[in-house]
């Protein structure tokens, strides 16, 4: 089993025996406490009371919007449409875990009304893509999240950089969040490069061909919306502040959860538990903060039972920390701003590490084996 030391910033519980038990076989006693709970029943209220808040929220943007006419306090709404539109992508990504409906084909078409019709994302995309990261979280090669971009997360995508991107690297840490501003137009894009392109993304040619004509509509209707109403200039100030506020909060939300944990090599086979546990870190916070980030501050909860409803994480997180620490299992929390802090320095060591004049070749080598 792959350890990871606890760094600085971090709280990890301390075990309290001496004799950790076999880590694979404890998994389905976890389960069993998780289930006998009842943790994993379905909180349909809880969502319906969310979709109709943020449904509000959403009339109440576009309202404004129409009232308020040519005045440059639209970029307020603005940015509160980047807002909304993040967390309806929160439910989106719960409905695509199955923690919304029992029913498999009812959360699907959920997250498929919302992530393709409200907030502007290929649905199909992000499943193939968040389905191989939940089976492999920080596993080089297997997990797309931390696959070389223009940001990247491990040494030798780094070193492999070449000319202006190069740069950016060196310096990532500290331009990670203004990058950020442009996340959410990067979402946009890759919803249109991957249904086009096929490959990865799941389902036929006419479910794509769906996702395009959906997507096309929201867009056409939204941009459209916006340039008859606005001024030219004032219109793209407008889907320029959207689009940053909804990217910073997107990657300000998902960034902290395994960012600066540990790596596990290509070819590791390592325990569900262990895996899951050693690479998600979980940030503190009350009922505020499951708000803010749409319950991905339970992390580690969240990825040893995806489809637990956002409501029952608190509860497991209890569970699942005693009997981390029964195992001498590191369970790794900090607080917000602490995590921000760890990503930065992070990904600024990633990046400066191309340019250790006393890297050798070799060595670098034989440190991936």
């Given at each position: 089993?792959?350890?990871?030391?606890v760094?600085?910033?971090?709280?990890?519980t301390?075990?309290?025996?001496?004799?950790?038990?076999?880590?694979t076989?404890t998994?389905?006693?976890?389960?069993?406490?998780?289930?006998?709970?009842?943790l994993?029943?379905?909180?349909h209220g809880?969502y319906?009371w969310t979709?109709a808040?943020?449904?509000?929220?959403?009339?109440?943007?576009?309202?404004?919007?129409v009232?308020l006419?040519?005045s440059?306090?639209?970029?307020?709404?603005?940015?509160?449409?980047?807002?909304?539109f993040?967390?309806f992508?929160?439910?989106?990504?719960?409905a695509?875990?199955?923690?919304?409906?029992?029913?498999?084909?009812?959360?699907?078409?959920?997250?498929?009304i919302?992530?393709?019709?409200?907030?502007?994302?290929s649905?199909?995309?992000?499943?193939?893509?968040?389905?191989?990261?939940?089976?492999n979280?920080?596993?080089?090669?297997?997990?797309?999240?931390?696959?070389p971009?223009?940001?990247?997360?491990?040494?030798?995508?780094?070193?492999?950089?070449?000319?202006f991107?190069?740069?950016?690297?060196r310096?990532?840490?500290w331009?990670f969040?203004?990058?950020?501003?442009?996340?959410?137009?990067n979402?946009?894009?890759?919803a249109y490069?991957?249904?086009?392109?096929?490959?990865?993304?799941?389902?036929?040619?006419?479910?794509?061909?769906?996702?395009?004509?959906?997507?096309?509509?929201?867009?056409?209707l939204?941009?459209?919306?916006?340039?008859?109403?606005?001024?030219?200039?004032?219109?793209?100030?407008?889907?320029?502040v959207?689009?940053?506020?909804?990217?910073?909060?997107?990657?300000?939300?998902?960034?902290?959860?395994?960012?600066?944990m540990a790596?596990?090599?290509?070819?590791?086979?390592?325990?569900?538990?262990?895996?899951?546990v050693?690479?998600?870190?979980?940030?503190?916070?009350?009922?505020w903060?499951?708000?803010?980030?749409?319950?991905?501050?339970?992390q580690?909860?969240?990825?040893?039972f995806?489809?637990?409803p956002?409501?029952?994480?608190?509860r497991?997180r209890?569970?699942?920390?005693e009997?981390?620490?029964?195992?001498g299992?590191?369970?790794?929390?900090?607080s917000?701003v602490?995590?921000?802090?760890?990503?930065?320095?992070?990904?600024?060591?990633?990046?400066?590490?191309?340019?250790?004049?006393?890297?050798?070749?070799?060595?670098?080598?034989?440190?991936?084996?």
């Open positions: 089993m792959t350890s990871a030391a760094r600085p910033g971090f709280r990890a301390r075990p309290r025996t001496d004799e950790p038990g076999a880590v076989s998994y389905s006693a976890l389960s069993r406490t998780v289930r006998d709970a009842g994993l029943h379905r909180t809880y319906l979709l808040v943020l449904t509000l929220a959403l009339g109440g943007a576009v309202a404004g919007f009232l006419g040519d440059w306090f639209q970029l307020l709404i603005a940015g509160a449409l980047g807002l909304i993040t967390q992508a929160f439910v989106a990504h719960e695509s875990h199955r923690q919304v409906f029992a029913s498999g084909p009812a959360n699907d078409l959920l997250g498929r919302l992530a393709n019709g409200v907030v502007g994302i649905h199909s995309w992000w499943m193939n893509k968040h389905t191989r990261h939940h089976a979280p920080n596993q080089r090669g297997k997990d797309p999240d931390i696959a971009d223009v940001v990247v997360f491990l040494d030798e995508d780094a070193a492999a950089a070449k000319g991107r190069s740069v950016i690297n310096y990532q840490g331009l969040f203004p990058l950020l501003t442009l996340e959410g137009l979402l946009h894009v890759q490069r991957s249904l086009l392109a096929g490959g990865r993304t799941r389902g036929n040619v006419r479910d794509r061909v769906r996702e395009l004509v959906i997507l096309t509509l929201r867009l056409s939204y941009v459209g919306a916006i340039f008859w109403f606005l001024p030219l200039g004032m219109a793209f100030a407008f889907l320029g959207q689009l940053a506020v909804f990217g910073v909060y997107m990657g300000a939300s998902f960034a902290p959860n395994h960012k600066g790596i596990i090599p290509e070819n590791a086979k390592i325990d569900f538990l262990s895996k899951q050693l690479t998600s870190r979980n940030i503190r916070g009350g009922w903060m499951n708000v803010l980030m749409g319950g991905l501050n339970f580690i909860e969240h990825h040893l995806p489809s637990m956002r409501p029952h994480l608190a497991a209890e569970i699942v920390r009997h981390c620490a029964n195992l299992l590191p369970y790794t929390e900090t917000l602490q995590s921000y802090g760890i990503v930065v320095r992070y990904l600024n060591r990633v990046g400066l590490s191309a340019r250790d004049p006393f890297d050798c070749p070799m060595f670098r080598q034989l440190r991936k084996v």
